[in-house]
């Protein structure tokens, strides 16, 4: 048995076909790959880039170490992922939240995951050699996974998003944040095909630079970043996309949250509007999971 058959990941994600009525949908081919149902908690690109982490039994980390926000769905797949397989498991969370645990710290905590709080000023040195040193001599045993699984090692998973499908398209959409997950996909398509991420915070330039530092010298010309909805910047939002979201499940049982997903089926229904793809185009809208984002009232 596979790890990911002993955590009960459902691979290959389905592809469905998306028909909603606006403005400019009825023109192009719409597909939804539904990376979202992959697991209840593992969901989306989070396994895809926690996959290579988990890939063999023989080689698991004997404990790890990694950083996030209190709505984090990455700590919240690695805290799943390592309470099954028995790992200890220690979370960096940017903010004191010990008063107030948000659900996804509820969940970590009943899982038995350590949580250290650290201020904005030791969560901004993560990537700090530094202070990453320090912190391997703290914990020698310990594999120390980046914030969001976003590391060489998680293209190859995010790659299998595209390659585990039958179909072709011409354009695939996807939410950029880390830059890894659309690196990945970028690299998994042919020359023909183009990638579009949706930024869901402000960066231009800097997200094109997360991004290119993943792919080859001189590779893939075939994407760009879209950087007009980002709704005020990361983990914002607004009446309007709140609306939206709430209409999307309404209307299409389709479940977003307003970090990632939901930001990218916006972008959807705008540049649909604005005639941004030729007629006939196949486009296929990566829903890559992580549904934490809406868990803020829960």
Not at 48 to 69: H, M, V
Not at 96 to 107: A, E, I, R
Not at 198 to 222: D, R
Request: net charge neutral; hydrophobic share 40%.
């Amino acid at each position: 048995m596979t790890i990911a058959q002993h955590l009960n990941i459902a691979l290959p994600s389905p592809v469905q076909r998306f028909k909603p009525d606006w403005p400019g949908a009825e023109k192009v081919n719409i597909y939804i790959k539904r990376d979202d149902l992959i697991h209840p908690v593992v969901s989306g690109n989070k396994w895809r880039k926690l996959s290579g982490l988990f890939a063999n039994a023989d080689t698991l980390p004997r404990e790890i170490i990694s950083f996030g926000g209190g709505f984090s769905n990455h700590l919240h797949a690695l805290g799943y992922c390592c309470a099954q397989l028995n790992i200890p498991f220690t979370a960096m969370v940017r903010g004191d939240y010990s008063l107030h645990p948000t659900p996804m710290l509820q969940d970590l905590a009943s899982w038995g995951v350590t949580i250290r709080y650290i201020t904005k000023l030791e969560y901004h040195r993560r990537h700090d050699p530094a202070y990453l040193t320090s912190l391997q001599n703290l914990y020698p045993l310990a594999t120390i996974v980046p914030e969001g699984g976003t590391q060489q090692l998680a293209l190859a998973g995010v790659q299998q998003t595209l390659l585990e499908s039958q179909q072709t398209f011409d354009v695939v959409m996807s939410p950029v944040a880390s830059g890894a997950t659309l690196a990945g996909l970028i690299t998994a398509l042919t020359p023909k095909q183009h990638a579009l991420g949706i930024a869901v915070l402000k960066g231009v330039g800097y997200l094109e630079s997360l991004v290119e530092q993943f792919l080859p010298e001189g590779c893939c010309s075939n994407w760009q970043i879209e950087h007009a909805f980002h709704h005020g910047g990361y983990a914002k939002s607004g009446s309007e996309l709140t609306a939206f979201i709430n209409t999307a499940w309404e209307r299409y049982q389709l479940p977003l949250e307003p970090v990632y997903s939901g930001k990218v089926f916006f972008a959807l229904k705008v540049l649909l509007a604005q005639n941004k793809f030729a007629e006939g185009t196949n486009l296929l809208i990566v829903h890559t999971g992580g549904l934490q984002g809406a868990r803020k009232d829960a």
